[in-house]
């Protein structure tokens, strides 16, 4: 299963932008990047998602490397909401079927002051 | 529209006991996944079940069982409880749409083995 790498934490400032990296250098073609958070006592919930081109939503937007060994999470304008464990994550697909399970590394811990 | 529910929320369980984890996965949801979550690590996965049976597996010892109904609720056994197996238990459900498909977390059971 190919990994990611992740800094163990972050901090930013309420109402500034938040850049989040993720290394994958042994991403295979057909992996999708995924990324969810995981906030205080609950469980971990999807926030965005891509293959090669970057990407965006309400939540944040992703930014992909153009070798896909490395892509970048994006929150505008962090809350102290938006304090959580954020995941990148590649999806597995073995050969011949199609499976979503998700493997998790140990995240980003982003802290925000206000 | 409820999301992934849980039950129970927390758990006391004594070395050498079975346990049983309940979940409830988003409505129109078919495919569910368990994962534990050790304190300070990412979830790590269990096993998925789709059409009642188990599709994958992880690296989990056959202590972990687990079954899907027609109605796709889902239980989480586990027998001969070791203190080790304190975590968070995750259920996570999906449709199967593919390999960009998202999962959805309940808020887990947080399993203390005394």
């Known amino acids: 299963d190919a990994k990611t790498t992740q800094p163990n934490s972050m901090e930013s400032n309420e109402e500034e932008p938040v850049h989040l990296p993720c290394n994958h250098s042994t991403i295979s073609g057909t992996d999708y990047i995924h990324w969810y958070r995981q906030l205080p006592s609950q469980g971990p919930e999807y926030v965005i998602h891509?293959?090669?081109s970057n990407v965006n939503n309400r939540m944040a937007s992703l930014a992909i490397a153009e070798d896909r060994k490395s892509s970048t999470l994006i929150l505008h304008r962090a809350t102290l909401r938006d304090a959580a464990v954020y995941y990148c994550?590649?999806?597995?697909?073995?050969?011949?079927?199609?499976?979503?399970?998700?493997?998790f590394g140990t995240g980003t811990l982003l802290a925000v002051q206000p | 529209d409820a999301g992934v529910t849980q039950s129970p929320t927390h758990l006391i369980k004594t070395r050498g006991q079975q346990v049983t984890l309940r979940c409830s996965p988003k409505?129109?949801?078919?495919?569910v996944s368990w994962y534990q979550q050790a304190l300070g690590q990412g979830p790590q996965f269990i096993f998925q079940y789709y059409e009642e049976e188990e599709r994958q597996r992880g690296n989990f010892p056959d202590r972990f069982s687990g079954h899907q109904f027609p109605n796709y609720s889902s239980e989480l056994n586990v027998n001969a409880l070791l203190l080790g197996d304190s975590a968070l238990y995750l259920c996570a459900s999906s449709g199967l749409a593919g390999v960009s498909d998202t999962q959805y977390f309940g808020p887990g059971t947080r399993l203390t083995v005394l």
């Open positions: 409505s129109g949801h078919d495919t």
């Open positions: 891509g293959l090669t």
């Open positions: 994550i590649l999806r597995d697909r073995p050969y011949g079927g199609a499976t979503n399970k998700l493997i």
